[in-house]
């Protein structure tokens, strides 16, 4: 099994800075694909960025592309998100997550993803 923990969450103005970690543990995820989800209050879950096992390949939702940047170090078996000139826009919790699969294809849909973090609160105010 895995165990995803999400850290650095909190409550930031409008332009501001945040680097969310997710240190991973059990069984090893080095060789997978992971993400990061994020869900508002009374939305669907959604991808944000996701990351091959090398670190090489990343994809964006285009609604961070240019904001957010994805990166992992495998030697820590941890994933961060930081995460650039916040916007209201951008509150929600926010989920790591890895792929069951060593198929190295980054996907965006939730169900593709196997393992998942506790979720981290970002608050962007205006």
């Known amino acids: 099994q895995v165990q995803l923990v999400e850290s650095g969450g909190g409550l930031v103005q409008a332009g501001g800075s945040l680097r969310l970690a997710c240190a991973a543990s059990?069984?090893?995820?080095?060789?997978?694909?992971m993400g990061w989800f994020r869900q508002a209050p009374g939305k669907e879950r959604e991808f944000v960025a996701g990351?091959?096992?090398?670190?090489?390949?990343?994809r964006y939702a285009d609604s961070v592309k240019g904001r957010f940047t994805i990166s992992r170090d495998n030697a820590k078996n941890t994933m961060y998100l930081q995460m650039n000139s916040l916007k209201p826009q951008d509150t929600a919790v926010y989920y790591c997550?890895?792929?069951?699969?060593?198929?190295?294809?980054?996907?965006?849909?939730?169900?593709?993803?196997?393992?998942w973090g506790q979720g981290a609160q970002v608050t962007v105010s205006s």
């Open positions: 997550a890895a792929r069951g699969t060593t198929i190295p294809v980054i996907t965006t849909t939730p169900s593709t993803f196997d393992y």
């Open positions: 059990g069984r090893t995820v080095s060789n997978h694909v």
């Open positions: 990351i091959s096992w090398s670190g090489i390949t990343t």
